[in-house]
């Protein structure tokens, strides 16, 4: 079995979205002839945004973790000027923001690149070059965000030039859609933009979530780098989908279930509008159910529209209860943040909306991957910000009658987890053979 040194800062205690991806793929490639060991900072030393202890139930007993230290500076941000001031991932709430957090947020843009988690990158180096020549280790996998994470990758490709490094980017690098809000200077930007293009150059392969991300990556730097981008979307497991039981049949209202991390960028205002021009319309009232972290902004967008009395604000939730919750619903939500490059966001929540097989509402670029996804697995349907009659009359269809479930057609299958992780287990062996599947 080929041994693969798998490098993630986000792993179990720590909660969210980004965990999911790594996580599964450790589970699934023993099945490809592939045995990771994980490489990641210790949780007490970690600034992780969320926390989900019971994650750490699906890391299999036969799994070496290695855990190392790490300097993290928004833990001392978060001592000195208080947690609210310290920058986090989509700025939610940055509207509303006081000196202190725009101060702090200067100081991320400017001071810590290419992200907060820099710190982490020395204690991983040391920690990869001695299971490398322990191990004899020949491939490195590195996931990101942080993107500084990539840049243990550069640093074991000095020591070890022969060394193979797949890049795997969930997210874009120098043009996420937050990017303007980190108010980086033109010494910050050339910076940041020299390390991406070190990584994308330099790495022998690079893993991305969607069509759109390489293509932008290909546009950037050419049909050489291009050639060796391969896209391996998020996925859901199977495995998940069928711990949940069936909910129970639901009566009287029809729900509409966000889950996730909602940020003032992502601005669902034409739900809240569709949802003021239907009250007394539908034949089930509605109800609007936010489960995780959601800024005040969206909060008050709700009030603005006069719609608050049909939301509930319900604080993150456990994975299995995430899941509870989508099966709970009637219609699920999904919501692209605005701004640069949002055709190219895929958040992992989607995949997962179509494993448990609810229409979905998005709201975002009806021509970016998440809205060709929905398309082609025939599961929803993505509007515009402004689309509110339409939103609304879609709505209708299906709150005015007892329609539920919906069977997503046209090969929503191939985003399985372990079917994923067959394709990157293919990448990792390199260009000489594949493994066998278990």
Request: glycine share 10%.
């Amino acid at each position: 079995m080929k041994r693969v040194l798998f490098i993630t800062y986000y792993w179990p205690p720590s909660g969210g979205a980004g965990v999911q991806r790594g996580l599964k793929f450790v589970k699934y490639l023993p099945a490809f002839g592939v045995e990771p060991i994980v490489l990641t900072v210790d949780p007490g030393q970690a600034s992780y945004p969320s926390l989900d202890a019971s994650l750490n139930a699906e890391v299999g007993a036969d799994v070496r973790v290695i855990r190392t230290r790490s300097f993290e500076p928004l833990r001392i941000l978060a001592a000195v000027a208080g947690k609210q001031a310290v920058p986090h991932a989509g700025f939610a709430g940055s509207r509303r923001e006081g000196l202190a957090q725009r101060a702090m947020r200067w100081v991320r843009g400017n001071w810590m690149l290419p992200d907060a988690r820099r710190g982490w990158v020395k204690h991983a180096v040391e920690a990869a070059d001695r299971t490398i020549r322990e191990e004899g280790i020949d491939t490195i996998l590195i996931s990101s965000p942080p993107h500084s994470s990539q840049l243990i990758g550069l640093a074991l490709k000095r020591r070890f030039p022969g060394l193979r490094w797949i890049a795997d980017l969930r997210d874009p690098w120098t043009d996420i859609y937050f990017a303007k809000e980190l108010m980086k200077g033109p010494r910050a930007e050339r910076r940041d933009a020299a390390w991406e293009a070190r990584v994308l150059q330099e790495a022998d392969a690079v893993v991305v979530v969607g069509p759109s991300m390489k293509a932008a990556f290909a546009k950037r730097y050419g049909a050489e780098v291009e050639r060796r981008i391969a896209v391996i979307p998020n996925g859901y497991d199977q495995a998940d989908i069928a711990r949940i039981p069936p909910a129970p049949a639901r009566v009287g209202t029809f729900r509409i279930t966000y889950v996730g991390t909602m940020a003032g960028s992502y601005d669902p205002r034409v739900l809240f509008a569709a949802a003021r021009r239907m009250r007394g319309a539908a034949t089930r009232p509605l109800e609007l159910r936010f489960v995780g972290s959601i800024a005040p902004e969206v909060k008050a967008l709700a009030r603005a529209e006069g719609v608050d009395d049909l939301c509930s604000w319900l604080p993150p939730v456990p994975h299995d209860e995430a899941l509870r919750e989508m099966t709970a619903a009637d219609m699920l939500l999904l919501v692209i943040p605005g701004g640069p490059g949002e055709e190219r966001i895929l958040t992992g929540k989607l995949f997962e909306y179509l494993a448990v097989r609810r229409p979905v509402l998005g709201i975002g670029p009806a021509g970016g991957d998440a809205g060709a996804i929905l398309a082609e697995c025939r599961a929803g349907r993505m509007f515009g910000r402004d689309e509110v009659d339409a939103v609304a009359a879609w709505i209708m269809g299906y709150a005015g009658t007892d329609a539920v479930a919906i069977r997503p057609g046209g090969g929503h299958e191939r985003f399985e987890r372990k079917v994923l992780t067959g394709e990157l287990a293919r990448l990792l062996v390199g260009p000489d053979g594949g493994p066998s599947a278990a």
